[in-house]
């Protein structure tokens, strides 16, 4: 374990643990830890269908880069996993999580579970750390990437802010992952103005 990078050491009756570049970490009770347990989705390393993730989505409707953050869908998900696998699955991180379609949480997780698996046996994994570890990684296509070409169509590379207080950036490229949530929406409003009682 790399002490330079440990931001806080666990150390309990069952092992020690530690929390790399962690900001805020709150001690919940028992009760509270229940009740945020049942908010969570399963858990990303072993959940076996992405079925899970589209039945819940149903039932929420955040963007679907928030939804990923924030947990609800599935969890394990980190900033970095985020807009990568989005990039991969050709979804625009504004959509609505309701709104992407069961066949589009399958490419979602058809890469995210297997990278991550990989990922998690490999020690300074993540690319965000180290000049080292960036290279290592052969998947880096959006994340911090802001303004640069786009390694499949050239198109710059575009970065908003998303998720609680909206602090966590999220990296996409508007060409390959192009919001149709916002054809649709422009089609329902275009549907409810042309009813004759519909409200402006
Ligand atoms: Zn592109």
């Not at 039945?55 to 928030?66: K, L, V």
């Amino acid at each position: 374990m790399s002490k330079k990078r440990l931001n806080t050491a666990f150390i309990t009756d069952k092992g020690e643990f530690g929390y790399f570049g962690g900001g805020i970490i709150k001690l919940v009770s028992s009760d509270e830890a229940e009740a945020i347990k049942t908010r969570l989705g399963p858990d990303m390393l072993t959940v076996k269908t992405s079925l899970d993730a589209f039945a819940r989505a149903q039932t929420t409707d955040p963007p679907i880069g928030e939804a990923l953050l924030s947990q609800e869908l599935v969890s394990g998900i980190g900033n970095v996993y985020k807009s990568e696998s989005m990039f991969i699955a050709k979804i625009h991180p504004l959509r609505w999580a309701s709104a992407v379609s069961a066949r589009e949480y399958e490419r979602l997780f058809n890469w995210l579970q297997p990278q991550m698996v990989k990922d998690i046996k490999r020690p300074g994994k993540m690319i965000t750390t180290t000049r080292e570890a960036a290279k290592a990684v052969h998947w880096n296509f959006v994340y911090r990437r802001y303004h640069q070409n786009c390694l499949l169509c050239n198109t710059k590379i575009e970065r908003i802010y998303q998720g609680a207080g909206k602090g966590r950036s999220t990296y996409y490229c508007p060409h390959c992952q192009p919001n149709t949530s916002l054809v649709q929406d422009l089609r329902n409003n275009l549907h409810r103005s042309s009813q004759p009682n519909a409200k402006m």
